[in-house]
């Protein structure tokens, strides 16, 4: 009989042709070029104050972290799944306020527009019978109304945006303290197609990791036809194949473990997946589309961008349209939530909340620059501080010294980062 076991001292047998040493070596150098070139790229882009949303992503694992280690039910799937409805009133309203940040404005009126529009919803569908899917649609057209009114008033009489949207902060509470007429909430139909936007779930757990799946395909598809574009213009800088796959497996790491907690619950919440959409939608029409370029453009600076043809009044005034439009759905998801409408729902957290989410995930308070995504981040923020303190039994109050703190936070790396970029000749 004879062995066919190597000997230890024979060579390792090769499984296939091999590469010729010169042009294995080659590409070695060429991998730990890009490599380097990319870490590079990192760290100066963290020197010249380019953080983007990466401080929220810190927050966010440290909450986590934190409130996981100190009550186990927080990283619970009915914990998460509720955080995960939780967040989509206000991260609605800050979706919006994220388009007005960019052309360096404020809106201090989105809580109280998305009082109204609920109030609106309430008065016209229970009080005089009108369907729901018309008391929707005129309370939205309400509050696009609303938007137009403000920017009109900011972009072509030149009032600034702090003072237009705090009159209308108080003017729109007051209009919907009027319709309540004394009458401090009205309950919605618990069987109507409102109510049950924040109710329903896909139970079929199938739903959950398609989404997971499509949204992972859909950025690798997105990230490598971006790639191949910038390499074909030539001179921009272009993420290698390498990175790209690798971001791929981190997203899909993330979307199918959420999948997963989820469907050890109810299953993907209507609602999220509603905000999910917002938010995919409204992030290509920012970054992909010749509006969104002029909005950003705007932000940046108004002059060059007024000199280059942009149409600002226009631009201004379509954007306080979005932020009053988004913050009048917020407003109805909010009473959703809670089956009612109610006359206070205007001057309670919901204004601080959505302005800090969007601050808090990576949006500028000086224009020109945040995404969409920054709303969802924030938000995510805010409310896992409130579950956690709320499982923990903590006080509001203290609830309130620690976003106050996180925003503090924020705005400070937000303005240190501005003047690092400045001093770059980046802003």
Not at 228 to 234: K, L, M
Request: hydrophobic share 50%.
């Amino acid at each position: 009989m004879t062995s066919t076991r190597p000997h230890p001292a024979d060579p390792p047998e090769p499984s296939g042709p091999p590469d010729p040493p010169e042009q294995s070596g080659s590409r070695g150098r060429e991998a730990r070029r890009r490599l380097k070139s990319r870490l590079d790229a990192t760290r100066r882009r963290m020197r010249e104050g380019q953080l983007g949303s990466a401080p929220a992503l810190v927050a966010l694992a440290v909450i986590w972290a934190v409130f996981g280690i100190l009550d186990p039910d927080f990283l619970s799937p009915r914990n998460l799944s509720n955080l995960g409805i939780d967040i989509v009133g206000a991260g609605l309203v800050a979706v919006g306020v994220v388009f007005v940040l960019l052309l360096a404005e404020i809106d201090l009126s989105v809580a109280s527009v998305g009082a109204l529009s609920a109030a609106l919803f309430a008065a016209l569908n229970v009080r005089h019978g009108v369907p729901e899917a018309t008391a929707v649609l005129l309370a939205l057209a309400v509050g696009a109304a609303i938007g137009a009114v403000h920017g009109f008033f900011v972009a072509r009489v030149g009032v600034p945006s702090f003072v237009v949207t705090l009159a209308g902060l108080l003017g729109w509470n007051g209009l919907t303290l009027y319709i309540f007429a004394g009458q401090g909430t009205i309950l919605l139909d618990e069987n109507g197609p409102v109510v049950r936007l924040t109710h329903s779930y896909f139970h079929d757990v199938a739903v959950a990791y398609a989404l997971a799946a499509l949204g992972t395909l859909a950025y690798f598809l997105s990230s490598y036809r971006t790639a191949r574009r910038r390499r074909a213009a030539g001179a921009l800088p272009v993420r290698g194949l390498p990175e790209i796959v690798l971001r791929t497996l981190a997203l899909a790491a993330v979307s199918f473990t959420a999948g997963w907690t989820l469907n050890q619950f109810l299953g993907l919440p209507l609602a999220l997946l509603i905000f999910l959409v917002f938010l995919v939608c409204l992030d290509v029409l920012l970054r992909r589309t010749p509006y969104g370029r002029r909005i950003v453009a705007l932000g940046g600076n108004i002059e060059p961008a007024r000199r280059a043809g942009i149409a600002v009044t226009s631009v201004c005034v379509s954007v306080f349209m979005i932020s009053s439009t988004m913050a009048a759905i917020g407003g109805l998801f909010l009473a959703s939530r809670v089956s009612s409408a109610s006359a206070t729902a205007g001057s309670g957290n919901l204004l601080i909340e959505a302005i800090a989410a969007a601050v808090i995930g990576g949006t500028s308070l000086f224009g020109g620059r945040g995404r969409t995504w920054s709303a969802l981040l924030g938000i995510l923020v805010i409310q896992s501080v409130a579950s956690g303190m709320a499982l923990l039994g903590i006080p509001g109050a203290v609830q309130f010294m620690i976003i106050g703190v996180v925003l503090l936070g924020a705005v400070v790396i937000d303005t240190l980062a501005r003047r690092t970029q400045q001093a770059h000749g980046w802003a």
